[in-house]
C-alpha cells in the first residue's frame, strides 16, 4: 500500500536529536535526514514538492541554519514552512532567524504533543496559502495582476447576471503592431508599458460602479461597465489619450473595438468576439481608433464559419471545380492557353465564387489543400486532352503563399506532373507578387528550382498592391500578369495609369518578360493593349470563365495555338545597352562620332532614345538632359522627315546586315536649318518595339 504520510525534512548534526525527533514524528510522518545545511539544500532538490514542512538546527558546521534560510529563500520551496530547533531563546537570535524565513521555533529538550502541533499547525498553514496563491494565479494574469481570461469573462457573467434590465458596453482593445513596440523598446520595457495599462484600469474601479476588466492575452485587453450619456465616448477616448503619454517619442496606435449589450444573457464569449470584429476594421487605418460593432459584421463572421465548417467536407465530396478563362494572344487574338480558376459547387447554394471563400481558405491555411487539388485536376484533364489527340496549351494554376513556403513545393509539383505524363512546361504557376514582397531572397529560390524542373512560374498581381521594380529585378521569373484596373478609369487624371503600364510593358520587353493582362472587359483596354504589346490578355471582353465542357469545345475548334510565343531573346544585347559597367561606359566615351540607341514601336509611331554617348549629348547642346533631347528628337522627326525616318528604319529593319542612310534637318539657334546625315541599322527586337543603331556622320 502507498505511503501517503506528509514528508519532514529534519536538518540537525546531532545524530542523537534527530533520532530524538525520529521516534516522536514516525507515526505521523515520513522523515528524511541531513546531517548539515548543505545536504539539506540537496535533499530539498531532490525530492522537490515531495516535503511538507522542514526542522531546521541554527548551529551546523559545513552550513550552518542561518546559511540554509538564505539559500532556501531563493529556491522554487520557499514557501515550505520551517521551524527552527533552539536550546537558545535568545530574541536576538530568534529576530533574525525570523528575518531570515523561518515560522516557529522548538525548544529543546523537545514536548512531543507540542512539537506534533506546531509541526501541524504550519503545513496547514503552509498549504492554505499554497492554494490561496494557486487560486490566484489561476484567475489572474501574472504580470499585471488584472483578471486573466477565465476569471474577466466569469465576473463578466456575474455582472450581467445581477443587473439584466442594465445596459453595458463591452470594450476590447489592443496595441497595433505590439511586436515592434517590444522590438524597438525591448521586452522589459513592454511589459513595463502593459503593467502602465492595467494601472489605468484599475484606477476605473473609483469612477465607475459597475465595471470589470482584465487582460485577456498578450496585448489584448477587455473591459466590461455600465456608462451613462457620453460617458462610453469619452472614456474611449480616455484611453487613446492615456497610451499616447507613456512615450512620447512613440505612435501608440490601439485598435478599439466596442459592443453594446443588447441582451444581457448573451454567451460573454459571443459579447467579447463582437467586440474584436469591430476592433479589426480599426486595423491599418490612420486616426481611426474606435469602432462600434455592426450586423453586418457578424453576419460576415457567420458565413465566414459557415464556409470553414463545410470546406472540408466539399473538398472530399468534389464539390470543387477548375473553370477555364482563356488567355488571348494580341497578334492575332487567337487563344493560346488559359488560367484554372476555383469554383465551388454548393449542392445547396450553388456556384460560389473564389472572392468568398479564397480569403477565408488563405487566413486558415485550407488554401494549401485546395491549390493540391486544383493541381491534381487541371493535371488529369491535361491528361485526357493529350490522350484524345489533342496539344493542349499551357494552363496556369495558382500557387498560395501557403504553399510557396512549403520547403517540398517543388518535389510534389514534379512527382504530380510525373504521376500524370505531363511536362510541367503545360502547367504554368502563377504566384502572387505579394508573396514574393514577403520573402524575397526564399521566393527568388523557389521560382528559380521551379524552373530547373521545367515550370514557367508567372509573377501575378503586379501592380495591384505592392508593385516594386526590384521584384523584377531580383526574381526569375517567365511571365508578367498584371491587372487591368491598373489603367486609368478616370480620364481627368491625364491618362497616368496608361502611360505607367505601356512603362512597365516596355520595360517587361527589354528584360525578355513577356506580359500578360488580366481583367479586361472593354475594346478600349483591348486596343490601347493591342498598342503597346505584342503579349496576352483574359477578360470578359474574350471569354468569362469557362465550365470544363466549354473549354473543351474551344480546344476542339483548334482555334488555338500551342503555347505562348517568347519575346526575342535579345537579352545579352540589351544587357550591354544598359550595362553600368565601366568599360562599357568607357566605349560609349571613346567614339568620336554621336550615337545613340532607340526603339521605335512603328504600331504607335512612337520613338524613344535609350542610351546616347556624350558626343550626341554635345551635339544638341551640354544642358540638355536625356529627356530633354528625346523630345527635340522626336519634334525634328515629326515635324520634319518622319517618313523619311520610318523609311530608311523599315530600310534598316528588312536588311539587318546592311546600314540605311536618313538625313536628319534641325533648326540652329537662328533658325537656319541644318542637315545631318544618319546611318540606322536594325539591331533586334524587345516586345513591340525595334531597337535601332543611329550613327552621326
Given at each position: 500500500m502507498k505511503d501517503i504520510r506528509k514528508t519532514v525534512l529534519i536538518v540537525e548534526d546531532h545524530s542523537l536529536n534527530r533520532k530524538m525527533l525520529h521516534d516522536i514524528l514516525a507515526d505521523e510522518y515520513h522523515i528524511i535526514e541531513a546531517a548539515n545545511g548543505q545536504e539539506g539544500l540537496k535533499l530539498l532538490t531532490r525530492y522537490e514538492f515531495g516535503i511538507s514542512a522542514i526542522l531546521l538546527d541554527l548551529y551546523m558546521p559545513v552550513m550552518d541554519g542561518f546559511a540554509f534560510l538564505a539559500a532556501y529563500k531563493k529556491t522554487l520551496f520557499n514557501e515550505l514552512p520551517v521551524l527552527v530547533l533552539t536550546g537558545d531563546r535568545n530574541p536576538e537570535i530568534e529576530q533574525k532567524?525570523?528575518?531570515?524565513?523561518?515560522?516557529?521555533?522548538?525548544?529543546?529538550?523537545?514536548?512531543?504533543?507540542?512539537?506534533?502541533?506546531?509541526?501541524?499547525?504550519?503545513?496547514?498553514?503552509?498549504?492554505?496559502?499554497?492554494?490561496?496563491?494557486?487560486?490566484?494565479?489561476?484567475?489572474?494574469?501574472?504580470?499585471?495582476?488584472?483578471?486573466?481570461?477565465?476569471?474577466?469573462?466569469?465576473?463578466?457573467?456575474?455582472?450581467?447576471?445581477?443587473?439584466?434590465?442594465?445596459?453595458?458596453?463591452?470594450?476590447?482593445?489592443?496595441?497595433?503592431r505590439f511586436h515592434l513596440v517590444n522590438s524597438l523598446w525591448g521586452e522589459a520595457e513592454g511589459d513595463s508599458f502593459l503593467c502602465f495599462i492595467a494601472d489605468f484600469l484599475m484606477n476605473l474601479l473609483d469612477e465607475y460602479e459597475f465595471c470589470v476588466f482584465g487582460r485577456v492575452h498578450a496585448d489584448i485587453f477587455g473591459v466590461c461597465a455600465s456608462f451613462q450619456g457620453n460617458e462610453l465616448n469619452l472614456f474611449a477616448n480616455r484611453i487613446v489619450n492615456k497610451l499616447s503619454e507613456y512615450n512620447k517619442?512613440?505612435?501608440?496606435?490601439?485598435?478599439?473595438?466596442?459592443?453594446?449589450?443588447?441582451?444581457?444573457?448573451?454567451?460573454?464569449?459571443?459579447?467579447?468576439?463582437?467586440?474584436?470584429?469591430?476592433?479589426?476594421?480599426?486595423?491599418?487605418?490612420?486616426?481611426?481608433?474606435?469602432?462600434?460593432?455592426?450586423?453586418?459584421?457578424?453576419?460576415?463572421?457567420?458565413?465566414?464559419?459557415?464556409?470553414?465548417?463545410?470546406?472540408?467536407?466539399?473538398?472530399?465530396?468534389?464539390?470543387?471545380?477548375?473553370y477555364f478563362q482563356p488567355q488571348y494572344s494580341l497578334l492575332d487574338e487567337k487563344p493560346c492557353g488559359a488560367e484554372a480558376l476555383a469554383r465551388w459547387i454548393h449542392p445547396e447554394r450553388g456556384i460560389i465564387y473564389p472572392e468568398e471563400f479564397i480569403p477565408v481558405f488563405e487566413k486558415n491555411g485550407f488554401i494549401g489543400k485546395l491549390d493540391y487539388y486544383m493541381w491534381e485536376c487541371v493535371c488529369s484533364l491535361l491528361r485526357k486532352w493529350i490522350d484524345e489527340g489533342y496539344e493542349p496549351a499551357p494552363i496556369s494554376v495558382n500557387v498560395s503563399r501557403v504553399n510557396m513556403y512549403n520547403p517540398n513545393i517543388v518535389t510534389v509539383l514534379k512527382n504530380l506532373v510525373d504521376q500524370y505524363g505531363v511536362s510541367p512546361s503545360l502547367l504554368n504557376l502563377e504566384l502572387s507578387e505579394s508573396a514574393y514582397m514577403d520573402n524575397p531572397s526564399a521566393m527568388r529560390q523557389v521560382a528559380k528550382n521551379l524552373q530547373d524542373v521545367g515550370f514557367l512560374v508567372i509573377m501575378d498581381d503586379f501592380g495591384k498592391k505592392y508593385s516594386s521594380l526590384n521584384t523584377l529585378k531580383d526574381i526569375p521569373v517567365n511571365i508578367l500578369k498584371i491587372d487591368a484596373r491598373f489603367l486609368s478609369s478616370d480620364k481627368s487624371v491625364d491618362c497616368r495609369g496608361e502611360k505607367i503600364m505601356a512603362s512597365i510593358i516596355r520595360t517587361a520587353g527589354e528584360?525578355?518578360?513577356?506580359?500578360?493582362?488580366?481583367?479586361?472587359?472593354?475594346?478600349?483596354?483591348?486596343?490601347?493593349?493591342?498598342?503597346?504589346?505584342?503579349?496576352?490578355?483574359?477578360?470578359?471582353?474574350?471569354?468569362?470563365?469557362?465550365?470544363?465542357?466549354?473549354?473543351?469545345?474551344?480546344?476542339a475548334s483548334g482555334n488555338t495555338e500551342k503555347a505562348p510565343v517568347p519575346v526575342e531573346d535579345n537579352g545579352a544585347f540589351m544587357n550591354m545597352i544598359w550595362s553600368s559597367d565601366s568599360d562599357i561606359a568607357l566605349l560609349y566615351k571613346s567614339i568620336p562620332r554621336p550615337l545613340a540607341f532607340l526603339s521605335y514601336e512603328e504600331n504607335n509611331e512612337k520613338i524613344s532614345l535609350l542610351r546616347v554617348n556624350s558626343s550626341f549629348h554635345k551635339l544638341l547642346g551640354d544642358e540638355i538632359s536625356l529627356n530633354d533631347m528625346e523630345y527635340q528628337y522626336k519634334?525634328?522627326?515629326?515635324?520634319?522627315?518622319?517618313?523619311?525616318?520610318?523609311?530608311?528604319?523599315?530600310?534598316?529593319?528588312?536588311?539587318?546586315?546592311?546600314?540605311?542612310?536618313?538625313?536628319?534637318?534641325?533648326?540652329?539657334?537662328?533658325?537656319?536649318?541644318?542637315?545631318?546625315?544618319?546611318?540606322?541599322?536594325?539591331?533586334?527586337?524587345?516586345?513591340?518595339?525595334?531597337?535601332l543603331l543611329i550613327l552621326f556622320r
Open positions: 532567524a525570523l528575518a531570515h524565513g523561518a515560522w516557529d521555533f522548538l525548544s529543546k529538550p523537545y514536548n512531543a504533543s507540542v512539537l506534533l502541533s506546531r509541526l501541524s499547525n504550519a503545513i496547514s498553514r503552509s498549504q492554505a496559502t499554497i492554494m490561496n496563491k494557486m487560486q490566484y494565479s489561476l484567475s489572474h494574469d501574472a504580470l499585471t495582476g488584472l483578471y486573466n481570461r477565465t476569471r474577466f469573462f466569469a465576473e463578466t457573467r456575474k455582472m450581467l447576471d445581477k443587473f439584466p434590465s442594465r445596459q453595458f458596453a463591452m470594450l476590447r482593445f489592443d496595441i497595433d517619442d512613440y505612435f501608440v496606435e490601439p485598435s478599439i473595438g466596442i459592443y453594446l449589450i443588447e441582451d444581457n444573457s448573451l454567451p460573454v464569449e459571443t459579447i467579447f468576439s463582437r467586440a474584436a470584429m469591430a476592433a479589426k476594421t480599426c486595423k491599418d487605418k490612420y486616426l481611426k481608433y474606435i469602432a462600434y460593432y455592426e450586423e453586418s459584421m457578424g453576419e460576415a463572421a457567420l458565413r465566414e464559419q459557415a464556409i470553414i465548417n463545410e470546406s472540408k467536407k466539399a473538398l472530399e465530396n468534389h464539390e470543387f471545380s477548375p528584360l525578355n518578360i513577356p506580359v500578360a493582362v488580366e481583367g479586361v472587359e472593354t475594346s478600349g483596354q483591348r486596343d490601347f493593349l493591342r498598342n503597346v504589346s505584342r503579349g496576352y490578355v483574359q477578360g470578359f471582353y474574350y471569354a468569362e470563365p469557362l465550365p470544363v465542357w466549354d473549354y473543351e469545345e474551344l480546344i519634334e525634328a522627326v515629326d515635324n520634319h522627315s518622319l517618313k523619311r525616318f520610318k523609311d530608311a528604319a523599315r530600310e534598316a529593319i528588312n536588311s539587318p546586315d546592311s546600314d540605311s542612310v536618313y538625313v536628319w534637318e534641325r533648326a540652329d539657334a537662328e533658325g537656319a536649318i541644318q542637315e545631318s546625315t544618319i546611318d540606322l541599322r536594325f539591331l533586334g527586337k524587345s516586345g513591340n518595339a525595334y531597337i
